[in-house]
């Protein structure tokens, strides 16, 4: 078997050069660059609002650290579409081809994604909303169509389904706190810039 060469330090900068939502059409590209700064910043707030108390700083930076490289295989992969993604994880079960190539790629990304399962599986719950929040609003905002709107609709149902297994699997925690940050955002619920335009 072929040995692929690893994801370094310095193939990070190469982040905003790489596109997601090709198959999906849009009125801009966004890159992973941006992609991972929005989940970063997403899951900071998610963490607070959702922990509360029960969140310590070492915990918010293990859960900012993962948001910031949780999608860096993306950059040899490119952006691939869940659908297949999802039907290969079908077809293959355990010998899933892209999880076995993003384990060779960047295997210090599964040992952050292990660590975090073992010690606070409810941390990548949060980060995995903040990554649906993110691609929503982007979709949202951004998406020209019929199919972009089908795309919205199915991450919408996948957003409630992972909120529902967060709670059940998790009840002592704000769950709803996504909830409200997404529709906060999807309509403008500060509208500064509104605001600002008008003084």
């Given at each position: 078997?072929?040995?692929l060469?690893?994801?370094?330090?310095?193939?990070?900068?190469?982040?905003?050069?790489?596109?997601?939502?090709?198959?999906?059409?849009?009125?801009r590209?966004?890159?992973?660059?941006?992609?991972?700064?929005?989940?970063?910043?997403?899951?900071?707030?998610l963490?607070?609002?959702?922990?509360?108390?029960?969140?310590?700083d070492?915990?918010l930076?293990?859960?900012?650290?993962?948001?910031s490289?949780?999608?860096?295989?993306?950059?040899?992969?490119?952006?691939?579409?869940?659908?297949?993604?999802?039907?290969?994880?079908?077809?293959?079960?355990?010998?899933?081809p892209?999880?076995?190539?993003?384990?060779?790629?960047?295997?210090?990304?599964?040992?952050?994604?292990?660590?975090?399962?073992?010690?606070?599986?409810?941390?990548?719950?949060?980060?995995?909303?903040?990554?649906?929040?993110?691609?929503?609003?982007?979709?949202?905002?951004?998406?020209?169509?019929?199919?972009?709107?089908?795309v919205?609709?199915?991450l919408?149902?996948?957003?409630?389904a992972?909120?529902?297994?967060?709670?059940?699997?998790?009840?002592?925690?704000?769950?709803?706190?996504?909830?409200?940050?997404?529709?906060?955002?999807?309509h403008?619920?500060?509208?500064?810039?509104?605001?600002f335009?008008?003084?």
């Open positions: 078997m072929k040995t060469p690893r994801l370094e330090f310095a193939d990070l900068a190469r982040s905003g050069h790489v596109t997601r939502w090709h198959s999906v059409r849009t009125t590209n966004q890159t992973l660059a941006e992609h991972h700064y929005m989940v970063t910043r997403l899951s900071n707030r963490a607070k609002e959702i922990l509360g108390g029960a969140l310590d070492s915990g930076l293990r859960i900012m650290d993962y948001a490289l949780h999608d860096t295989p993306e950059l040899l992969m490119g952006d691939l579409p869940s659908p297949l993604k999802r039907h290969i994880e079908a077809i293959s079960g355990d010998k899933n892209i999880r076995m190539i993003e384990k060779e790629i960047a295997p210090w990304l599964g040992e952050m994604r292990e660590e975090m399962r073992r010690r606070n599986p409810e941390h990548l719950l949060i980060v995995k909303l903040a990554d649906l929040t993110d691609a929503l609003l982007f979709i949202e905002h951004e998406g020209i169509g019929i199919h972009a709107r089908e919205g609709r199915g919408r149902e996948i957003f409630a992972k909120l529902a297994e967060a709670a059940r699997e998790y009840p002592q925690y704000t769950w709803s706190a996504a909830e409200r940050l997404l529709d906060e955002l999807l403008n619920r500060v509208g500064t810039k509104i605001a335009e008008k003084a």
